[in-house]
DNA sequence: CGTGGAGCTTTGTCCGGACATAATCTGCTA
DNA sequence: TAGCAGATTATGTCCGGACAAAGCTCCACG
């Protein structure tokens, strides 16, 4: 029994079979946890060579919908492919949006535990031991850009002449030089007006407008590596990300 | 002049091929910019058919380290596929961050081109229809997040009715009733302070500090679909992300 | 000199075949 | 009845061939 690949948009065979086949499975035909007919079975039902089902079967497990195994077969693994959005950055620096001869200019350091105010703007535990450095980021000889303030943790952190040689993100060195790579970062973004404290070291008015970033960095088993707080007087920086549609 | 593929590790010949491929290409053999040898060359040059030769080129395709086009060839478009952190989103609703009945309240609506003050802050080009969507958009009973201003492709647009029915992006409409899905969107996050016309609509004070989202929707060729400016004083709202790092 | 069309080049689609590898099933023996 | 070995099943790798579609180059004509 031969079905005919309906086709009206003059997509390629295997596109058209992906698609019939990813709309039987949306319709339970076969059910999560079933197995798909074979490769064998396929070139059969919808009189197409084994290379094109191949192609077919390939998309769909890129999508998300199939596993294949080899001598056992392919089973549906999920009914539908979630369209998404993603950003893609190559780096923590290309996160932060700084120019690379920005760099922090320490203000002053300190060792200890994080205090309660501190860790509960960034809605962490308090405890720990972190070393906090606060500075302002910008190149030479320009207006700063950020003040910032970093809080690392105390068993990984580098030197102090290190960070003041440092134009990107301190985590990119914790992951070469410590070898504790950040595996997840959540950041936030808000608006807010500066402080008297924070407008001084930014040669900026008082209840100025400014964007605040914070960022907590993770590592692969969910611990802290580092916290950071920037506040951004308004026209020095915009943040921009740019999202791609995955293909399915 | 046959070149001896490297397979001490046993993986099938089309990795074993396009890991070859991928030290020549970092290696700067071809540089970024110049085509790749032609899949007949390559047949030739590690003795594999072009079945092999084209399943290594998928790898590379995949791992976006080449393009590849009909009758023009194969170039390259990077030199290494990098160590990238993604942020993963179900759909554009989940970018804007509101709440599912915090509604676009629509205030007054026009069509018309794009006119040059409205081109120039979000950086594309004047003209083309566009349907002018401004509104405030939050809860019922509460006070207002946002302002917005939305401007959607004359031809793509829906009638207002369905404007004010709508939880969500407009996008996510034209995606699934006018078969044109975002492909791309680009997104700038700022801060600045409100102006009376703004604060008004808001129940905010002029001056006060605000968040500004400018976005801007492209469909697969490239086409803007729709463009949005939000601005939402400073602790209404906060933008968060999550940015995981991506197994290569 | 510029433009359009024809021909050539290069990748994309699709067919067929053969052998390898991993998983599952069946039968036999302890 | 349980475990092991061999056979069968189903996917993975790789070869070869043919034709289609898109891009590029060159030549001729206005």
Redesign the interface.
């Known amino acids: 029994m031969t079905v005919m690949l309906e086709n009206a948009s003059g997509a390629p065979r295997y596109m058209a079979l992906a698609e019939a086949l990813r709309a039987r499975i949306a319709g339970g035909d076969p059910a999560i946890g079933e197995l798909l007919p074979t490769e064998h079975a396929l070139c059969e039902t919808y009189g197409v060579s084994r290379h094109t089902v191949r192609e077919a079967l390939r998309l769909l497990a890129e999508a998300g919908l199939i596993a294949r195994r080899r001598g056992a077969g392919t089973v549906v693994v999920a009914a539908e492919a979630?369209?998404?959005?993603?950003?893609?950055?190559?780096?923590?620096d290309?996160?932060m949006q700084y120019a690379r001869d920005a760099k922090l200019q320490p203000r002053h350091t300190r060792s200890g535990p994080l205090d309660a105010a501190v860790a509960r703007a960034f809605g962490v535990a308090t405890g720990g031991e972190f070393f906090h450095v606060a500075g302002v980021r910008g190149r030479p000889g320009e207006t700063p850009i950020a003040l910032t303030d970093v809080y690392i943790r105390a068993d990984i952190a580098p030197p102090v002449e290190t960070i003041v040689e440092m134009g990107g993100s301190v985590t990119e060195w914790i992951a070469s030089e410590r070898g504790v790579?950040?595996?997840?970062?959540?950041?936030?973004?808000?608006?807010?007006?500066l402080t008297e404290r924070e407008a001084e070291p930014l040669d900026a008015e008082p209840?100025?407008?400014?964007?605040?970033t914070r960022r907590r960095y993770y590592d692969k088993g969910g611990r802290i590596i580092a916290l950071s707080d920037s506040v951004?007087p308004?026209?020095r920086?915009?943040?921009?990300?740019?999202?791609?549609?995955e293909a399915e």
């Not at 209840?207 to 605040?212: K, Q, T, V």
């Open positions: 979630r369209a998404h959005f993603t950003q893609r950055l190559g780096g923590v290309d996160l790579p950040t595996a997840r970062i959540e950041q936030s973004i808000s608006a807010g007006a209840g100025e407008a400014a964007l605040r951004h308004g026209e920086f915009t943040y921009d990300m740019v999202l791609m549609r």
